[in-house]
């Protein structure tokens, strides 16, 4: 998914910061990379032209009212602090009130808000919310797992540690039962990995 950035702007804005570390952006080496970043930045920034709650507009109306759950939803995003890159897994999972929606739906709108500057908070928050008010579900949660290069390769230093966040709404965030129900399916085992 591509996204249309001002590809000039980018190339001039890189090389300014090659030259402000010390380097020589006109070596062989360098010659290509404000493209390659401003390129870049067109496919991890795509999400900043869509509204991804349009993934959701498509429904089926279904006599369902057991749990639907998508786990281990692969993302990166880019913090918004370093624009350093943060990925992990996301866990998406409503309770539906008639209507579900279809599978790979759940996985663009995790990749359609993680596609733009963010903090996890946000992003774990964004997607809840958007199935609150475009499904009107029982309940609605999303757990975010995530690596934030932010943290690992550079500041703190601290490789291997990980940020979970989470994002509980109707059922899941006032009955307890079906809190610990939500929590237990993102989370059961299943072929040894967690």
Same mark, same amino acid.
């Given at each position: 998914?591509?996204?249309?950035?001002?590809?000039?702007?980018?190339?001039?804005?890189?090389?300014?910061?090659?030259?402000?570390?010390? /380097?020589? %952006?006109?070596r062989?080496?360098?010659?290509?990379? %404000?493209?390659?970043?401003?390129?870049?930045?067109?496919?991890?920034?795509?999400?900043?032209?869509?509204?991804?709650?349009?993934?959701?507009?498509?429904?089926?109306? /279904?006599?369902?009212?057991?749990?639907?759950?998508?786990?281990?939803?692969?993302?990166?995003?880019?913090?918004?602090?370093?624009?350093?890159p943060? @990925?992990?897994r996301?866990?998406?999972?409503?309770? %539906?009130?008639?209507?579900?929606?279809?599978?790979?739906k759940?996985?663009?709108?995790?990749?359609?808000?993680?596609?733009?500057?963010?903090?996890?908070?946000?992003?774990?928050?964004?997607?809840?919310?958007?199935? @609150?008010?475009?499904?009107?579900?029982?309940?609605?949660?999303?757990v975010?797992?995530?690596?934030?290069?932010? @943290?690992?390769?550079?500041?703190?230093?601290?490789?291997?540690?990980?940020m979970?966040?989470?994002?509980?709404?109707?059922?899941?965030?006032?009955? %307890?039962?079906?809190?610990?129900?939500?929590?237990?399916? @993102?989370?059961?085992?299943?072929?040894?990995?967690?």
């Amino acid at each position: 998914m591509k996204h249309e950035v001002d590809i000039p702007r980018i190339e001039k804005a890189v090389r300014e910061i090659l030259l402000a570390v010390g /380097e020589d %952006p006109d070596r062989e080496g360098l010659q290509k990379t %404000p493209n390659r970043v401003a390129r870049s930045y067109g496919e991890l920034l795509a999400g900043l032209k869509e509204d991804p709650r349009t993934h959701l507009k498509t429904v089926f109306h /279904e006599r369902y009212d057991e749990v639907v759950l998508l786990r281990d939803i692969e993302f990166y995003s880019l913090c918004e602090h370093h624009l350093l890159p943060f @990925m992990g897994r996301a866990h998406v999972a409503y309770l %539906p009130d008639g209507k579900v929606v279809g599978l790979s739906k759940l996985a663009r709108l995790v990749e359609g808000f993680a596609r733009r500057p963010q903090v996890q908070e946000r992003l774990t928050t964004q997607i809840a919310d958007a199935l @609150m008010e475009e499904l009107n579900p029982i309940g609605a949660a999303c757990v975010i797992e995530a690596t934030h290069t932010c @943290m690992t390769i550079r500041g703190a230093r601290k490789p291997g540690s990980s940020m979970i966040t989470s994002a509980l709404r109707g059922i899941f965030q006032e009955n %307890p039962s079906s809190r610990a129900e939500i929590l237990t399916l @993102m989370y059961s085992e299943r072929n040894g990995k967690l």
